[in-house]
Protein backbone atom coordinates (compact mmCIF):
# COMPACT_ATOMS: atom_id res chain seq x y z
CA UNK A 1 0.00 0.00 0.00
CA UNK A 2 1.43 3.25 -1.16
CA UNK A 3 2.44 6.22 1.75
CA UNK A 4 -1.00 8.33 0.29
CA UNK A 5 -3.04 5.08 0.82
CA UNK A 6 -1.33 4.41 4.70
CA UNK A 7 -2.03 7.82 5.42
CA UNK A 8 -5.53 8.32 4.15
CA UNK A 9 -7.11 4.83 5.72
CA UNK A 10 -5.73 6.19 9.13
CA UNK A 11 -6.81 10.02 8.79
CA UNK A 12 -10.49 8.13 7.77
CA UNK A 13 -10.53 5.80 11.18
CA UNK A 14 -8.92 8.74 13.55
CA UNK A 15 -11.95 10.31 12.01
CA UNK A 16 -14.75 7.88 12.58
CA UNK A 17 -13.02 6.93 16.07
CA UNK A 18 -13.04 11.39 16.81
CA UNK A 19 -16.36 12.07 15.63
CA UNK A 20 -17.87 8.52 17.63
CA UNK A 21 -16.48 10.49 20.95
CA UNK A 22 -18.23 13.76 19.95
CA UNK A 23 -21.08 11.53 19.52
CA UNK A 24 -21.21 10.10 22.36
CA UNK A 25 -19.93 13.47 24.39
CA UNK A 26 -22.66 15.20 23.31
CA UNK A 27 -25.44 12.45 23.89
CA UNK A 28 -24.47 10.46 27.16
CA UNK A 29 -22.10 13.29 29.04
CA UNK A 30 -23.91 16.49 28.24
CA UNK A 31 -22.99 18.12 31.53
CA UNK A 32 -19.87 17.61 30.66
CA UNK A 33 -19.61 18.86 27.62
CA UNK A 34 -21.01 22.18 29.00
CA UNK A 35 -18.56 22.39 31.69
CA UNK A 36 -15.74 21.50 29.13
CA UNK A 37 -16.58 24.37 26.82
CA UNK A 38 -19.04 26.69 28.26
CA UNK A 39 -18.93 26.64 32.34
CA UNK A 40 -22.30 26.54 32.90
CA UNK A 41 -24.91 24.43 34.16
CA UNK A 42 -26.56 22.38 30.78
CA UNK A 43 -29.69 24.01 29.99
CA UNK A 44 -30.43 23.29 25.90
CA UNK A 45 -34.09 23.19 25.88
CA UNK A 46 -33.45 23.52 21.64
CA UNK A 47 -31.50 20.45 22.16
CA UNK A 48 -28.72 21.82 19.45
CA UNK A 49 -26.40 20.01 21.56
CA UNK A 50 -28.12 16.76 20.93
CA UNK A 51 -28.48 17.80 16.88
CA UNK A 52 -24.69 18.51 16.88
CA UNK A 53 -24.25 14.72 18.25
CA UNK A 54 -26.49 13.22 15.39
CA UNK A 55 -24.55 15.41 12.89
CA UNK A 56 -21.35 14.11 14.03
CA UNK A 57 -22.70 10.64 13.86
CA UNK A 58 -23.75 11.20 10.69
CA UNK A 59 -20.21 12.03 9.56
CA UNK A 60 -19.07 9.04 11.61
CA UNK A 61 -21.23 6.55 9.47
CA UNK A 62 -20.29 8.26 6.25
CA UNK A 63 -16.17 8.31 7.45
CA UNK A 64 -16.93 4.59 8.30
CA UNK A 65 -18.47 3.33 4.90
CA UNK A 66 -15.56 5.30 3.35
CA UNK A 67 -12.94 3.34 5.19
CA UNK A 68 -14.65 0.12 3.95
CA UNK A 69 -15.32 1.09 0.12
CA UNK A 70 -12.72 3.87 -0.93
CA UNK A 71 -10.08 1.46 -2.24
CA UNK A 72 -12.91 0.65 -4.68
CA UNK A 73 -14.76 3.20 -4.97
CA UNK A 74 -12.13 6.45 -4.42
CA UNK A 75 -15.37 8.83 -4.59
CA UNK A 76 -15.64 8.21 -1.32
CA UNK A 77 -12.53 10.28 -0.05
CA UNK A 78 -14.20 13.06 -2.12
CA UNK A 79 -17.16 12.38 0.18
CA UNK A 80 -15.46 12.40 3.32
CA UNK A 81 -13.28 15.23 2.06
CA UNK A 82 -17.11 17.19 1.37
CA UNK A 83 -17.72 16.21 5.12
CA UNK A 84 -14.81 17.92 6.34
CA UNK A 85 -15.10 21.06 4.37
CA UNK A 86 -18.55 21.57 5.42
CA UNK A 87 -17.50 22.08 9.06
CA UNK A 88 -14.84 24.15 8.65
CA UNK A 89 -16.74 27.22 9.64
CA UNK A 90 -18.71 25.51 12.37
CA UNK A 91 -16.58 25.86 15.26
CA UNK A 92 -15.03 29.21 14.86
CA UNK A 93 -18.39 30.45 14.53
CA UNK A 94 -19.18 28.29 17.44
CA UNK A 95 -16.69 29.81 19.67
CA UNK A 96 -17.07 33.48 18.89
CA UNK A 97 -21.18 33.93 19.15
CA UNK A 98 -21.32 31.46 22.16
CA UNK A 99 -22.53 33.70 25.45
CA UNK A 100 -20.15 31.42 27.45
CA UNK A 101 -17.33 30.24 26.66
CA UNK A 102 -14.24 28.37 28.72
CA UNK A 103 -10.38 28.64 28.54
CA UNK A 104 -10.78 25.21 26.61
CA UNK A 105 -13.36 26.23 23.90
CA UNK A 106 -10.70 29.31 22.89
CA UNK A 107 -8.04 26.27 22.99
CA UNK A 108 -9.83 23.90 20.86
CA UNK A 109 -12.36 25.51 18.43
CA UNK A 110 -10.61 28.22 16.77
CA UNK A 111 -7.94 25.28 15.44
CA UNK A 112 -10.98 22.98 13.80
CA UNK A 113 -11.70 24.62 11.26
CA UNK A 114 -8.01 24.87 9.64
CA UNK A 115 -7.79 21.52 10.54
CA UNK A 116 -10.64 20.53 8.72
CA UNK A 117 -10.27 22.31 5.95
CA UNK A 118 -6.52 20.67 5.52
CA UNK A 119 -8.41 17.49 6.08
CA UNK A 120 -10.77 17.79 3.24
CA UNK A 121 -7.74 19.22 0.94
CA UNK A 122 -5.69 15.89 1.82
CA UNK A 123 -8.70 13.83 1.30
CA UNK A 124 -8.95 15.51 -2.45
CA UNK A 125 -5.36 15.05 -2.98
CA UNK A 126 -5.64 11.17 -2.11
CA UNK A 127 -8.93 11.04 -4.17
CA UNK A 128 -6.95 12.36 -7.56
CA UNK A 129 -4.02 9.78 -6.34
CA UNK A 130 -5.99 7.20 -5.92
CA UNK A 131 -8.97 8.04 -8.43
CA UNK A 132 -6.50 7.67 -11.22
CA UNK A 133 -5.28 4.41 -10.27
Known sequence: MAAVER???ALLIGLVL???VLTTWAWAFPQWWYDAFHGVKYVDPEALLRR???QWAGFALCQAVAVWRWRREPEWL???AG???CDALTD???VFLARDTTWFAWATLPA???INALMGWYLLR???VHGRR
Open 7 to 9: RAQ
Open 18 to 20: FDC
Open 52 to 54: MGA
Open 78 to 80: AVV
Open 83 to 85: VRL
Open 92 to 94: LTY
Open 112 to 114: MGP
Open 126 to 128: AYR
